[in-house]
C-alpha cells in the first residue's frame, strides 16, 4: 500500500481542522487514496478536543485579549497550544485497509510507532510510547500528544510533533497546563521536551523529513499528492463552522442545555 503525501506547510489556523476534514469526506466517498497530511498553523490557536468543555480547559478571556484562537476538532483528545513551530499530521485511511489495525489503541500504537521511529532517527535514543496517554515520551517527557476519529468507515489519528515550544505562552491560555502530563509534574517545562532542547538546533523541514521517513517504516512508502479540487471546496465550505462559536462552545451549550432540563 502507498499513501498519498501531502504538506500544506503553514496555513491559516482555522484551514487545517478543515482540511483534514474535507480528506475524510473524499476518503469515505473513495474520492481518494489513504493519506497522511501535515501543516502548520499560521499563528498561535488552542485547538480544543470534540468533547472537551471550553470553559472548563481554556481562559477564554485571556484568548480574546491576545487574538488567539479557539478551535474545536472532530477528533477526541484533549486541549492544546499550537503555532508553527510545530507539525500536525493526520493520518487518514479506510478501516479495513490492508496491513493496518484495526480498533483505536492498535491504531494509535502503530501510527505513534512512526513518530517514535522519527525521534530515533533524528538522534534521540530514549524513546517510549504511553499506552495509557497515546503519547510519545522523549528522554521522560511528552514530546508528541494524540487524537483520533473513526467515522464513516475512515480513522484519522492525528498529533503534534514539536520541533519548538513556548511553556509561558500555553500557560496564559490553559487552566490547568499540565493536565495532559504524567501525575506530580507541576510545571509544563518538567514535563514536555521538544526537538530544539533534546538535540540543538533543527529547522522545521528537517523535523518534517525525519517525522516522514518515520512514517514511511511503520506505515509504508509515500507518494507526493495535493489536495484535489473536491476537498478544497469541502474545506473552504467547512471554513464558517469553525469560525463559530456555535461549534467552538458546542460542548458547553449542550451542557447548559442539560443543566436547564434537570
Not at 490492508?98 to 524513546?127: N, S
Not at 492525528?158 to 497546563?177: A, H, I, Q, R, T
Not at 501525575?183 to 525525519?210: N, Q
Request: glycine share 10%.
Amino acid at each position: 500500500m502507498t499513501w498519498r503525501f501531502i504538506d500544506l506547510g503553514v496555513v491559516d489556523c482555522f484551514y487545517g481542522p478543515a482540511s483534514f476534514e474535507a480528506i475524510m469526506g473524499a476518503r469515505t466517498k473513495d474520492l481518494v487514496s489513504d493519506t497522511i497530511l501535515f501543516w502548520r498553523p499560521d499563528k498561535p490557536a488552542i485547538y480544543v478536543g470534540y468533547h472537551q468543555l471550553v470553559n472548563v480547559d481554556i481562559n477564554v478571556e485571556a484568548c480574546k485579549a491576545a487574538g488567539v484562537p479557539i478551535i474545536r476538532r472532530i477528533l477526541g483528545g484533549g486541549t492544546g497550544y499550537c503555532d508553527s513551530d510545530q507539525i500536525i499530521y493526520n493520518v487518514i485511511f479506510k478501516e479495513d485497509a490492508a496491513g493496518l489495525p484495526y480498533g483505536p489503541k492498535g491504531v494509535y500504537i502503530r501510527v505513534l510507532g512512526g513518530v517514535i521511529e522519527a525521534l530515533k532517527t533524528l538522534g534521540i535514543k530514549d524513546v517510549l510510547l504511553d499506552e495509557e496517554r497515546f503519547s510519545v515520551y522523549a528522554n521522560e517527557k511528552k514530546i508528541s500528544g494524540s487524537g483520533q476519529l473513526s467515522s464513516g468507515g475512515v480513522v484519522n489519528s492525528s498529533g503534534s510533533f514539536l520541533v519548538d515550544f513556548n511553556c509561558f505562552e500555553m500557560s496564559k491560555y490553559l487552566k490547568d497546563p499540565v493536565k495532559n502530563l504524567k501525575t506530580g509534574v507541576m510545571r509544563p517545562e518538567d514535563g514536555l521536551t521538544w526537538l530544539r532542547r533534546e538535540i540543538g538546533k533543527i529547522s522545521v523541514e528537517e523535523a518534517g523529513t525525519g517525522l516522514l521517513a518515520g512514517f514511511e517504516i511503520a506505515l509504508g512508502p509515500v507518494k507526493l499528492g495535493k489536495l484535489t479540487d473536491h476537498e478544497l471546496f469541502s474545506a473552504k465550505m467547512l471554513l464558517p463552522k469553525y469560525n463559530s462559536d456555535e461549534w467552538t462552545f458546542r460542548a458547553d451549550i449542550r451542557k447548559e442545555k442539560r443543566k436547564k432540563k434537570d
